[in-house]
């Protein structure tokens, strides 16, 4: 497929991206009909040490983190926010959201690329939100730390693999 200035997939605009994202939160609720525009996900195994025979030796013992967040509209925002108060504790009066677990599956398909990917977060909660609101046409989106505790790539077959 050639390079072009803007991508053109299933007749509408978009980036070089062509995704969905579902937000399952407590008590079965989904959120199908979500808009973002990004995500950004790191996992990193820590690789513990051993001498053997006077040499380091890396092993795979220790730990997998992750981190993840996602770029999603104000309205996108607001309808999480609004999925999660139902579950959320509230301590003084406030309902905080933080306090409510929820998994987030995004599929999307490269342009140019046929094959669906899948990466699924699981037990997520909203650590922080950062809003990027300017004058003019830009959108209004908000970035959300996720704090995963798993994440996980979902493959053809239907099996979950991490790092």
Same mark, same amino acid.
């Given at each position: #497929?050639?390079?072009? =200035?803007? =991508?053109?997939?299933? &007749?509408?605009?978009?980036?070089?991206?062509? @995704?969905?994202?579902? !937000?399952?939160?407590?008590?079965?609720?989904?959120?199908?009909?979500?808009?973002?525009? &990004? !995500?950004?996900?790191?996992?990193?195994?820590? /690789?513990?040490?051993?001498?053997?025979? %006077?040499?380091?030796?890396?092993?795979?013992? @220790?730990?997998? &983190?992750?981190? $993840?967040? +996602?770029?999603?509209? /104000?309205?996108?925002? /607001?309808?999480? #926010?609004?999925?999660? $108060?139902?579950? &959320?504790?509230?301590? @003084?009066?406030?309902?905080?959201?933080?306090?409510?677990? !929820?998994? +987030?599956?995004?599929?999307?398909?490269?342009?140019?690329?046929?094959?669906?990917?899948?990466?699924?977060?699981? =037990?997520?909660? #909203? %650590?922080?939100?950062?809003?990027? =609101?300017?004058? %003019?046409?830009?959108?209004?989106?908000?970035?959300?730390?996720?704090?995963? /505790?798993?994440?996980?790539?979902?493959?053809?077959?239907?099996?979950?693999?991490?790092?």
């Amino acid at each position: #497929m050639p390079q072009s =200035a803007q =991508a053109d997939v299933n &007749a509408f605009e978009c980036s070089w991206l062509d @995704g969905s994202c579902t !937000f399952a939160v407590p008590g079965g609720d989904t959120i199908d009909d979500f808009d973002w525009t &990004a !995500f950004k996900c790191e996992r990193t195994v820590s /690789r513990g040490e051993r001498k053997r025979l %006077g040499l380091t030796v890396k092993t795979t013992v @220790g730990s997998l &983190a992750q981190s $993840a967040s +996602i770029t999603i509209s /104000r309205t996108s925002h /607001r309808k999480l #926010m609004e999925a999660l $108060a139902k579950h &959320a504790r509230e301590i @003084g009066g406030v309902k905080r959201l933080s306090t409510v677990l !929820f998994t +987030i599956l995004v599929q999307w398909t490269p342009i140019g690329d046929t094959q669906i990917y899948q990466r699924k977060f699981y =037990a997520c909660s #909203m %650590g922080k939100d950062s809003d990027d =609101a300017s004058d %003019g046409d830009d959108p209004h989106n908000i970035e959300i730390d996720l704090q995963p /505790r798993r994440i996980v790539d979902i493959l053809d077959d239907g099996s979950e693999v991490t790092l």
